[in-house]
């Protein structure tokens, strides 16, 4: 399984994702604020990665600390939190990981240093071992959803690169092939960074996975054509009526996939899920650099001075959506019953 990220004692290292597909190199984060420039250049990236990665960087900064007391530990502790907190917006993962780290900084402020930081540490590791999990259970859960045979479409990277291991999208897609399904993956290049090409590509290659690789441009021609049966995509933030953000073309692929009457399913960890966001609406859409769009490869394509816009993700109505798969069992709609519900289903279920 490829390592996306991990706790070493030099620091947290990760996989660099913006050197993929023909560089395979890692690099280790020796302090927090390597952490968040790792996590806002997109080094490490999907919503569930980010996520742990600010817990380790939270984990990394306490550790760290020179702090001579427990009032300097807990002034050390809000800005290493506001900093990783500031990195990128949409993923709501980053914050419920922050957040997570908060609870237990409360809950073991009173005990000697050495020791908040040791149990920070080991936070921080449980959520890395628990995202796994969670990936696991997403594919036994998804997997039946998907045909026997045929071909599936996918947007950006929801695989192990996404996650700590083995992936919500494509973690599904893997459960659906390790149980005997004969499935074919097409795969969106998944402009303007690349991550279908780049990253979803070269995992499933790896793991010897039928894979044919498509401009995005190209999605609606495969419909037409009847290669797509069925779409899965992970996510970045769910609202609590079920409206998706996801990467941008998100959207186009789910209106393209109701047209043609094909089933648009997503994956992700209910930690994905924002209950006190009501809907897409208010979901935060990060704006990135014009460069990613004016530029390839570090070649510019496009005319000096062109007016661009570079949204980073779009948010799909949760009326294009068939399901929403989750370590706690899939949601159907309504969805603000359903996801509701399962709010309240233990996570070892």
């Known amino acids: 399984m490829i390592k996306t990220l991990e706790w070493t004692d030099a620091g947290v290292r990760l996989i660099d994702q913006t050197k993929l597909p023909l560089e395979e190199t890692y690099v280790t984060c020796k302090t927090y604020e390597e952490v968040a420039d790792a996590i806002r250049t997109m080094i490490v990236r ?4 980010i996520g742990v990665a600010a817990a380790m960087g939270v984990a990394l900064g306490v550790r760290d600390s020179q702090a001579k007391d427990h009032a300097e530990l807990k002034c050390d502790f809000d800005r290493i939190c506001d900093v990783l907190a500031s990195t990128r917006p949409t993923a709501v993962n980053l914050f419920w990981a922050i957040r997570r780290m908060r609870d237990k900084f409360e809950q073991v402020s009173t005990q000697p240093i050495a020791r908040i930081q040791q149990e920070l ?31 599936i479409l996918t947007h950006c990277n929801a695989g192990a690169l996404a996650t700590c291991g083995y992936g919500t999208a ?29 990253l979803t590509a070269w995992e499933l290659m790896k793991d010897h996975i039928p894979t044919t690789l498509i401009s995005d ?17 992970g996510a970045d933030r769910i609202a609590a009526n079920g409206d998706v953000a996801n990467k941008i073309g998100t959207y186009t692929v789910a209106v393209l996939a109701k047209e043609h009457g094909i089933p648009f399913y997503v994956a992700a960890p209910f930690s994905t899920v924002d209950l006190a966001t009501p809907d897409g609406s208010r979901i935060p859409i990060e704006q990135r650099s014009s460069r990613e769009v004016t530029h390839l490869a570090g070649k510019q394509i496009a005319p000096d001075g062109v007016t661009v816009e570079n949204p980073a993700f779009d948010v799909t109505p949760n009326a294009y959506v068939t399901a929403i798969i989750t370590e706690r069992g899939v949601a159907r709609k309504p969805y603000a019953e359903s996801l509701r519900e399962l709010s309240a289903v233990s996570v070892t279920a």
């Open 46 to 49: 999907g919503a569930p990665a």
């Open 217 to 233: 441009n190209m999605a609606g021609a495969m419909m037409q054509q009847g290669k797509i049966d069925a779409v899965i995509v």
């Open 170 to 198: 494509l973690g599904v897609i893997r459960a659906a092939v390790d149980s005997g399904k004969k499935l074919q993956v097409f795969a969106d290049e998944t402009r303007p960074f690349l991550q279908g090409s780049r």
């Open 121 to 151: 540490v080991t936070e921080a590791q449980r959520m890395m071992v628990e995202d796994i999990a969670a990936n696991e259970a997403m594919g036994r859960h998804g997997a039946v959803l998907l045909p026997s045979s045929g071909g």
